[in-house]
T-cell receptor, first 114, second 112 residues
Framework: KAGVTQTPRYLIKTRGQQVTLSCSPI?????VSWYQQTPGQGLQFLFE???????NKGNFPGRFSGRQFSNSRSEMNVSTLELGDSALYLC?????????????FGPGTRLTVL | QQPVQSPQAVILREGEDAVINCSSS?????VHWYRQKHGEAPVFLMI?????EQKGHEKISASFNEKKQQSSLYLTASQLSYSGTYFC?????????????FGGGTRLMVKP
């Protein structure tokens, strides 16, 4: 079956702009989690959506937001971009069952902020 | 709190073995292991739940020592395809949802 897809794969923006990233989960998966990956901070959890509701949230400022649609597709938005937001943004999908769940990652969106 | 992985990097010859450790200062509920190759998405390897269960996946296996709050990933008879960065992701409790805290990664290079 098809894996997790993310669009776009690459983005270049300038400081102050906003950006929207998209993630389509594996068919049947209802949970989508977002992670930021940078050389300095590694892989950091942003938030998780399940059945159109944010279920868990990491330690990121309010400029980072997301949403999930009824078909489980998710979008992540970053407003007022800063240079430090340059990173690989990964989304991961899973069935979202209670307890431990296997997450499958998409290829990521590489965001560069100039 | 971010788990600590060791070593940070390791170079092997094909056929050699390696152990990667993932330690936490807090009680863990589960440990998830992933491998990421350069420019690609992390690929799931295995999950270990508290209880000390050891799991295997071809020549890659892992254990979870609840007393030490440490998981170890064992790579035996390494192949060139094992090269990449290995991450452990941890969960503190059996809460609803997914919220992995990842270690800093271990870079593994397997040479012919």
């Amino acid at each position: 079956k098809a894996g997790v897809t993310q669009t776009p794969r690459y983005l270049i923006k300038t400081r102050g702009q906003q950006v929207t990233l998209s993630c389509s989960p594996i068919s049947g998966h209802r949970s989508v989690s977002w992670y930021q990956q940078t050389p300095g901070q590694g892989l950091q959890f942003l938030f998780e959506y399940f059945s159109e509701t944010q279920r868990n949230k990491g330690n990121f400022p309010g400029r980072f937001s997301g949403r999930q649609f009824s078909n489980s597709r998710s979008e992540m938005n970053v407003s007022t971009l800063e240079l430090g937001d340059s990173a690989l943004y990964l989304c991961a999908s899973s069935f979202g069952l209670e307890g431990t769940d296997t997450q499958y990652f998409g290829p990521g969106t590489r965001l560069t902020v100039l | 709190q971010q788990p600590v992985q060791s070593p940070q990097a390791v170079i092997l010859r094909e056929g050699e073995d390696a152990v990667i450790n993932c330690s936490s200062s807090k009680a863990l509920y589960s440990v998830h292991w992933y491998r990421q190759k350069h420019g690609e998405a992390p690929v799931f390897l295995m999950i270990l739940l508290k209880g000390g269960e050891q799991k295997g996946h071809e020549k890659i296996s892992a254990s979870f020592n609840e007393k030490k709050q440490q998981s170890s990933l064992y790579l035996t008879a390494s192949q060139l395809s094992y090269s990449g960065t290995y991450f452990c992701g941890t969960e503190m409790g059996n809460n609803a949802g997914n919220m992995l805290t990842f270690g800093g990664g271990t870079r593994l290079m397997v040479k012919p």
